[in-house]
């Protein structure tokens, strides 16, 4: 068949013009798919490796593979947490247009969540409270964007470990819109398809791998619904305050800043219940952590490890001063830190290790294990034998992330989307 066709892509990545656009993408042959673990999807969804790096195709009708890259580019640009739009096909004579998204290194799928935990094997709960809390966060930077999602579920959703805690990532937007301000109705609308999403697929996953009754995956969604309002409250709420409670300025600042957000603007409005403030926040994009740990070191992290990591070179400085009997600059602890500290222990990991987990979390864990190992001894054990102790023994037992195959009983339960 004589098929004609089109290829927008961004720069920094292949052409892609080697594959063969002409065909259907169950009709390519196999010797040029790679078998991932995804979540189910009702579209074809295939994976490819070119120069090095993986490619998700995703097969839509006409016009919706370019809608969806837009939104995945201008959800980008707000520094979202989405995967890659990197490109898009469009196609001729009866072919679907393929949407090309970049594969997002050491990410999981909820399923595989369950399957690679590393915790006891009973503690589902505190992994659900964990895709909970990824989850509720996830909504929340997209509404306050103005991204109506209107099919948010843990399929449509990928996941990376963040310093023991979980970071979400969107995967599928076809079904979302933007609004330049989302209204309450919506927000409830949105979240009304999440907790019936949330429900169903945990509800999945329980009877897939015989998971415990417990926790019930309705009363879990349900959960989900209370996480996401008591953040938007945090993030949204005015509060009213007397000239002389100032300092809680201060203490709302810090709140949010724990939750990651940074405050762009502080609105003061005279009310006309007495001598009072009407104190109105407006936060940023999240990510204070993360833009301050990459200022310092360059280096980036996912907001909880870069928190974790912001403890340990704070650490490091409070020792420098005590040694040095002065106050020392954080730029110089931040370059001591990197290059005595971070680097060493990064560079300390096994070739044959280095895809099962990113560097950043490594790090964290090995900085959790030497607190382990310094409590089991009485005494501070230090870096270096914490690392040795942590690559011969610890590491090795964790399973591959930055790219998980997908196995036999993937296939067979139909586990085969992506999103």
């Known amino acids: 068949m004589d098929t004609s066709w089109r290829i927008v892509a961004r720069t920094g990545h292949p052409d892609f013009l080697d594959l063969p656009w002409d065909r259907a993408l ?85 399923r595989t969540l369950f399957t690679h935990r590393r915790q006891a094997a009973t503690d589902v709960r505190g992994l659900s409270d964990r895709l909970l809390d990824a989850l509720a966060m996830l909504l929340v930077r997209l509404h306050l964007a103005g991204f109506f999602w209107g099919d948010c579920s843990l399929s449509n959703t990928l996941f990376r470990r963040d310093a023991g805690a979980l970071a979400a990532y969107l995967v599928d937007a076809e079904t979302g819109d933007w609004h330049a301000q989302l209204t309450n109705g919506q927000r409830a609308a949105d979240l009304e398809v999440t907790e019936l999403n949330v429900a169903g697929g945990l509800m999945d996953v329980q009877a897939e791998l015989g998971l415990p009754p417990d926790p019930d995956p309705v009363e879990t969604a349900e959960d989900l619904r209370r996480r996401y309002e008591r953040l938007w409250e945090e993030l949204t709420t005015e509060e009213q305050i007397a000239p002389d409670e100032r300092y809680l300025i201060e203490a709302r600042m810090r709140r949010l800043n724990e ?57 490091l400085r409070a020792h420098l001063e005590r040694q040095a009997g002065r106050t020392v600059p954080e730029s110089v602890a931040a370059y001591r830190w990197l290059g005595e500290v971070f680097e060493p222990t990064v560079a300390a990991i096994p070739d044959h290790l280095r895809g099962k987990l990113e560097p950043a979390e490594v790090f964290h864990e090995v900085i959790q294990h030497k607190w382990f190992l310094s409590e089991q001894a009485g005494r501070d054990i230090g870096i270096p034998e914490a690392v040795a102790s942590y690559m011969g023994d610890v590491l090795p037992e964790a399973p591959e992330e930055r790219l998980v195959m997908a196995d036999a009983s993937e296939e067979s339960t139909g586990w085969i989307g992506y999103g």
């Open 26 to 110: 169950s009709d390519w042959p196999q010797r040029l798919h790679v078998e991932v673990a995804r979540g189910v999807h009702r579209h074809v969804v295939k994976f490819v490796e070119c120069n090095g790096a993986l490619y998700a195709l995703k097969e839509l009708p006409n016009r919706l593979a370019e809608r969806e890259y837009r939104l995945l580019r201008r959800m980008d640009e707000e520094e979202l947490p989405v995967v890659e739009g990197v490109g898009v096909v469009s196609r001729s004579r009866g072919l679907d247009d393929v949407l090309i998204t970049r594969y997002l290194d050491y990410s999981l799928p909820y």
């Open 259 to 315: 939750l990651g957000f940074d405050v762009d603007e502080i609105e003061f409005v005279k009310t006309a219940q007495g001598d009072r403030l009407l104190l109105r926040t407006s936060v940023t994009e999240q990510g204070h952590h993360r833009r301050r740990l990459l200022g310092l070191t360059g280096l980036e992290a996912q907001e909880n490890q870069a928190r974790s990591l912001l403890n340990d070179l704070a650490n």
